[in-house]
Structures are given as structure tokens and as C-alpha cells.
């Protein structure tokens, strides 16, 4: 294990940005890549929205995927720190792929809109950073703009996110009143130049806001406002410490402007600073530390090939331990099968090159012909899985049929392969075979239309499939009566997920409450990761 070794895993952080549509995570992106020199000018960073309305619309999906691809993940140097951004969708009915993209990340910044709050999808994804206790640091965004009172907008959040919170800033009015921002952070002033509230900023130094200096340069109503609110943070929150932020159990928070640049070097700075460098991961038989000397690494996202020639795929590896090398071969765990890489991508702002090595923390981008799906293991060698990358049972269920007999093949092949992806899930029917897809949002079901269609040459058509959700079923003894009572009246519900793990599709909740009281030895779950449980 050498020094220079070590510095490559302290020097980096893999972080994604969440938050419900519209609260400003693409302009936050861009601005922190600037900040990296990334990009030179805004307006670089697609939005990767699926536009209202675009449902129907294929070539705007086709759109999406490109740039989904380009910004996937965005890696940047900024002080001497490799900066990894993994991008997660924002719409919920992508919200799978964003609950995966955050079992690679180490931490997270939350991004919300000071006007709107704490929004439906913000509460979800941050359950599940949660309940990961991944480190999280709040900015709140649109300060440019009149919002709720910063007091009552720290207390929702709270409430509604379950987190303890301390501000690290303080914004100093808002909307036409904003002046600027307290940090108490690094103890200075960013004030707005002008009255646009668009122009540059200026900061001073500033560690004693007792100092009378501080009427003069916001004016004595608005310092009076700031000295009283401060004290109120000082008497209500708790003192920022690190290592509880680390272990989950302390946000800090940020207000700023994102469009219009304000806070947000201050964010970074401190971010920087706090959050973690590359995190230990749990596999099935062991913890498993960035700093060996022995390569493992995971796929949490495929990514298709958006060209139909080229039937490859980009599978996205995070590193968890020691280096991976090009040409290398590694250990594909499920498969039992070694591969080797000759031309792995590492990602930099939006573009993908190939590279020899990379570290823990770091993303590849691996060519892939068909071996792997999402939560697969390489190792060196080793026989072990990385834990953590759960299937949720799906909200929506249809019957998929071939609607080309001739196609039979293909479709049977294209199935198999968007399933890997992760783009929706398969069960199959214990009684007669029929294939039902679950999905999370209606979306993609015209998705997987569209690609079956285009990139295998299939047809395919829905029918209505009576599912509330899926129940992975686990029986404390598979030999007893019960069970096999439960396996015979349930029988019509019966089916088998991708690993051939059996699933009960309930059709309400009241169902799923009867069987529970009815065969109390067989085990729902809501989860494909009930292994763990
Ligand atoms: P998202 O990725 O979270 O969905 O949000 P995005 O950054 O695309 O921002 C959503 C809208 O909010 C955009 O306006 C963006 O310009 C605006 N916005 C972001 N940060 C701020 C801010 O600090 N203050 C104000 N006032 N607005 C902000 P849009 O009109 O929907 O799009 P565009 O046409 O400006 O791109």
C-alpha cells in the first residue's frame, strides 16, 4: 500500500445531488462545475428532465437517454479534490434508477426550493439516504426570490425529513429584501453588490456581528434582524460537528441563489472540507475498506447503447477497493467467469475517456456485451457480493404479449436484456408462464415499447395485470402445511422475480393484510433484499 496510494482515495468525493424537479439541481451542477473549470460558460449542463407532457413524445425519450448517458457522471478537480457528481433523475418515474445511483454515492446534498419547500420526491429520496445514514447537506435554494421564513423553513424541514438540522449560513433578508448571507462557517458576509441582486458578490470578513460595522454595510434594521436570528440559531440548534454529520445523524444547511451563483462557492468550500472521502462497503461475507490493496468494485447503473448497430452496453462500476486497471481480468462473481476491460471510460465533466487506472471512489464506465446486471460484483478473485442494491416492489403491472409471432426471439431477448438494465421488472407467472412487467412509474412502459421496437426489431402489447404490489415470499418452513395451503389458494398471484425468487402480486392492501393473518410462517417482504433482513 503505498502513500501516493492513499492520497488518491483521500482526495476524492462521490456525492450526488437530489431533490424534487425544479428545485434548481441541474443549475447547482453546472455552477459547481464551473466553479471546477470544468465547463466555461452556463447553460453547458443539459437538463436531463423528462418535459411535462413528453410522455408520448419518443424522440424526447430518446433525447433523455443521450444526455442521461453525458451526465451520468460528472467529474471535476477543484483544490486539489477529484470532485465525482453521479446524476439521479429527478422524475419519479425514474426514481428506481435514483435509489440505486445512491447506493454508489458517499454523500449527498439535498437542493430545495425556498418558495416550495420540502416536495413529495425530496421526501423519498432522502428516506432512503436515511435510512443508509449517508451524509446529507441541505441548500436552500431561490433565496433571489420571496420564500417562507428561513425558521419555519428549518422546522418543515425537520419535520417532513425527519433530520436534525444546523444552518452553516444565514440568509440576511429575502426575495426583494435579500442583502446577502451570514456564514457562519468561515464567519463572513456575502453581500449582494447593487440593488439587481444579480451582479457579483462581495465578501467580508466578518467574526463578530456585534460589530456596529455591520449597520453600516447592511443597514442598522436588517443587522439588528441578523443579530437577533443568529442568537436564535445558537439557542436552538446544535453546534455543527463533524462526526455526527458523518454518522447521518446531523445536516447542515446552506441557503444561497443557484442561478444567480449566490452561496454557492461557500457550499463547495465547506463540502469539501466535511464530506467524506470514499466509505467501506458491507458484502455478503464481509466489510470491505477502500484502502486494500485488492480491487472490488460493483455495477449499479447499464446504460444501452443509444446506437442500434452496436448492441454494447455501458455498465457504471464504482470502485470500492484498490485500483482497477485496463486489461486486467477480474473476478465476475455471479457468473463464476473472469473479464477483462481493454477500454474502460472514466468520466470528466461531460466527457468519457479511456484510462489505465482509477481509484476507490471513482466510476468506470464498462463496455458490456451482455454479462452484467445491475448489483453485480467484481473482485479479484474473491467470492463475495456486495450488499445493498434492493429491487422495490413496482406500483404498476401489466401482462406483456408478443404482438409479432415471428419476433418471438427477439422479444424474448430485448425482455431480458431491459430487465438487466434495471428499466422495469419481470415476474413470471408460476400458473401459465405469462410474463407481467412491474414498473414504478407508467412511463416506462412506452419506454420499453419504443426500445423493443427499435433496438430488437419486437413487438409487444400490454394488458391490464390486477396488481397492487409485489410481495417477496419467504416461509419460516417451506415443508408445512401452511405454505403449501398459501401456494395452492394463492396460486393465480404466484410468480417468480429475474433470480427466480418468488413473489406473491397482491392485489390490495387488504390482501396483503389477510395473508399475513391468515399463513403468519409465510414472510412478506417489500423488498428483493430481504435476504438481509
Ligand atoms: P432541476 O434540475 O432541479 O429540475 O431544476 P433546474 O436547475 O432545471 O431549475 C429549475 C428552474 O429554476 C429553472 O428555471 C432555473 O433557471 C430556476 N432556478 C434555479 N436556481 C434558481 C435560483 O437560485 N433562483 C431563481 N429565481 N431561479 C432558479 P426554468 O425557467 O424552468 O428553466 P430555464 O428556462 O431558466 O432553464
Not at 451570514?182 to 449582494?192: A, D, M, R, S, T
Not at 442568537?231 to 447542515?252: A, H, M, S
Not at 422495469?424 to 412502459?445: C, P, S
Not at 410481495?471 to 396460486?491: I, L, M, S, T
Request: proline share 4%; hydrophobic share 35%.
Amino acid at each position: 500500500m503505498t502513500m501516493s496510494f492513499l492520497q488518491e482515495i483521500a482526495k476524492r468525493r462521490t456525492f450526488g445531488i437530489i431533490s424534487h424537479p425544479d428545485a434548481g439541481k441541474t443549475t447547482l451542477t453546472e455552477k459547481l462545475l464551473l466553479f471546477g473549470g470544468a465547463i466555461q460558460e452556463a447553460g453547458a449542463v443539459k437538463s436531463n428532465k423528462i418535459k411535462k407532457g413528453a410522455t408520448s413524445d419518443f424522440m424526447e425519450i430518446e433525447r433523455q437517454r443521450g444526455i442521461s448517458v453525458a451526465t451520468s457522471v460528472l467529474a471535476f478537480i477543484y483544490k486539489d479534490k477529484k470532485i465525482n457528481i453521479l446524476d439521479t433523475p429527478g422524475h419519479k418515474d425514474f426514481a428506481e434508477d435514483t435509489f440505486r445511483t445512491l447506493t454508489a454515492v458517499d454523500s449527498v446534498i439535498v437542493v430545495i426550493d425556498v418558495a416550495k419547500g420540502v416536495e413529495e420526491q425530496t421526501e423519498k429520496l432522502v428516506e432512503v439516504c436515511r435510512m443508509r445514514n449517508i451524509p446529507m447537506i441541505v441548500f436552500i435554494n431561490k433565496l433571489d426570490r420571496e420564500g417562507k421564513d428561513a425558521f419555519d423553513l428549518l422546522d418543515e424541514v425537520e419535520q417532513k425529513l425527519k433530520l436534525t438540522v444546523t444552518p452553516l449560513s444565514f440568509p440576511i433578508g429575502m426575495g426583494y429584501d435579500f442583502k446577502g448571507i451570514y456564514n457562519i462557517w468561515e464567519k463572513n458576509i456575502n453581500l449582494f453588490t447593487g440593488d439587481s441582486r444579480k451582479d457579483i458578490e462581495d465578501t467580508i470578513a466578518f467574526d463578530d456581528v456585534a460589530n456596529p460595522e455591520l449597520d453600516k454595510i447592511v443597514g442598522e434594521k436588517a443587522a439588528n434582524k441578523l443579530r437577533e436570528e443568529l442568537e436564535l440559531v445558537t439557542e436552538i440548534y446544535p453546534q455543527f460537528d463533524r462526526d455526527t454529520y458523518l454518522k447521518g445523524d446531523l445536516q447542515p444547511v446552506f441557503f444561497g441563489s443557484a442561478l444567480n451563483n449566490f452561496g454557492v462557492r461557500e457550499l463547495l468550500d465547506c463540502f469539501i472540507e466535511i464530506a467524506p472521502q470514499p466509505r467501506s462497503k458491507e458484502s455478503d461475507t464481509r466489510l470491505v475498506k477502500p484502502e486494500e490493496d485488492k480491487f472490488s468494485g460493483f455495477v449499479f447503473k447499464i446504460h444501452a447503447n443509444m446506437d442500434p448497430k452496436h448492441r454494447d452496453r455501458l455498465a457504471f462500476i464504482k470502485i470500492v477497493s484498490g485500483v482497477f486497471e485496463r486489461n486486467k481480468p477480474y473476478l465476475h462473481v455471479r457468473n463464476n467467469k473472469n473479464l477483462k476491460f481493454s477500454s474502460p471510460n472514466a468520466f470528466f465533466a461531460e466527457k468519457k475517456e479511456v484510462v489505465d487506472i482509477s481509484y476507490p471512489g471513482d466510476i468506470v464506465g464498462l463496455h458490456d456485451t451482455g454479462n452484467f446486471k445491475i448489483g453485480d460484483t467484481l473482485t479479484e478473485g474473491e467470492l463475495m457480493n456486495f450488499k445493498g442494491i434492493p429491487s422495490f416492489s413496482p406500483e404498476h403491472f401489466r401482462y406483456i404479449n408478443n404482438a409479432d409471432p415471428l419476433k418471438a426471439k427477439q422479444l424474448e431477448k430485448g425482455i431480458d436484456q431491459l430487465m438487466d438494465e434495471g428499466v422495469a421488472q419481470l415476474f413470471t407467472l408460476e400458473m401459465n408462464g405469462r410474463k407481467v412487467i412491474g414498473t414504478v412509474g407508467a412511463l416506462q412502459y412506452e419506454v420499453i415499447q419504443y426500445r423493443l421496437e427499435h433496438e430488437y426489431g419486437a413487438k409487444c402489447s400490454y394488458e391490464n395485470f390486477p396488481a397492487h404490489k409485489a410481495c417477496w415470499v419467504k416461509p419460516d418452513d417451506a415443508k408445512n402445511d401452511e405454505y403449501a395451503e398459501f401456494k395452492r389458494v394463492k396460486q393465480k398471484f404466484l410468480g417468480k422475480d429475474k433470480y427466480g425468487q418468488l413473489v406473491f402480486l397482491a392485489d390490495s392492501e387488504f390482501s396483503i393484510q389477510m395473508t399475513q393473518q391468515k399463513y403468519p410462517s409465510v414472510k412478506l417482504f417489500f423488498t428483493s433484499d430481504f435476504h438481509s433482513n
